[in-house]
């Protein structure tokens, strides 16, 4: 099965919180991280936590690590239309990194 | 601080013949990844350079794939020959050797390649 896994999809209105969540497998990763992809483009990273926090909050992003389930979260607040993209979560259990699928986000006006 | 740049940004050619990418990274990156997204799909890692020694190849096709370093900076990809299997994009990543998360990776925008 895949290492990490995604919801592949979520929409909300403009205005809501978003959540997106993550599953990964390997706890030897020392940082969890959260990519922003738009079309046509490479990947951005958003933000990252260290895998000894519970917690990162950064402007409108917080991310949330639960290291017993292997469980990662990204919530957006305030989700603009600009932030319609493909969100994808990595972990680094070597030097490299390990995607997910991605989660098409998708905010309507 | 200029990005990674990638060329060309898109490539059509048809299957059996070869084709070639390429990719400067940042300035004093010594570690350079070689990425391939199939659509719908997340990246999966082809090749890692640490300067221009191969780090992990493990997961690079060597029977029609390959890829250089040679002065440790710019790197070229190579696909010959092409099957339709090869369509996706394939995107170029560096990191900084100190700093940061370390394991942080800066993305270039991608060559998206279509084999017919």
């Known amino acids: 099965g895949e290492d990490v896994e995604q919801s592949l999809f979520l929409s909300v209105r403009e205005g809501d919180s978003s959540v997106i969540n993550c599953t990964y497998t390997?706890?030897?990763?020392?940082?969890l991280y959260w990519y922003k992809q738009e079309p046509g483009a490479g990947l951005q990273l958003l933000t990252y936590?260290?895998?000894?926090?519970d917690m990162k909050q950064d402007q409108r992003l917080t991310v949330l690590l639960n290291k017993k389930d292997k469980h990662l979260s990204l919530r957006i607040a305030d989700t603009q239309t600009g932030d319609s993209a493909i969100y994808f979560c990595?972990?680094?259990?070597?030097?490299?990194?390990?995607f997910g699928k991605g989660t098409m986000l998708l905010v309507s006006p | 601080e200029a990005g990674v740049a990638q060329s060309p940004r898109y490539k059509i050619i048809e299957k059996r013949q070869s084709v070639a990418f390429w990719c400067n990274p940042i300035?004093?990156?010594?570690?350079l990844y070689w990425y391939q997204q199939i659509l719908g799909q997340g990246p999966k890692l082809l090749i890692q350079?640490?300067?221009?020694?191969?780090?992990?190849d493990s997961q690079l096709p060597k029977d029609r794939f390959s890829a250089e370093r040679l002065k440790g900076v710019d790197s070229t990809l190579k696909i010959q020959p092409a099957k339709l299997e090869d369509s996706a994009v394939y995107l170029c990543?560096?990191?900084?050797?100190?700093?940061?998360?370390?394991?942080?990776?800066?993305f270039g925008p991608g060559t998206r390649l279509t084999v017919t």
């Open positions: 936590i260290f895998s000894n926090m």
């Open positions: 390997d706890s030897s990763s020392t940082y």
């Open positions: 300035s004093g990156h010594a570690t």
């Open positions: 990595a972990e680094n259990p070597y030097s490299t990194l390990t």
């Open positions: 350079f640490q300067n221009n020694g191969v780090v992990d």
């Open positions: 990543a560096s990191r900084p050797p100190t700093g940061g998360s370390y394991y942080e990776q800066y």
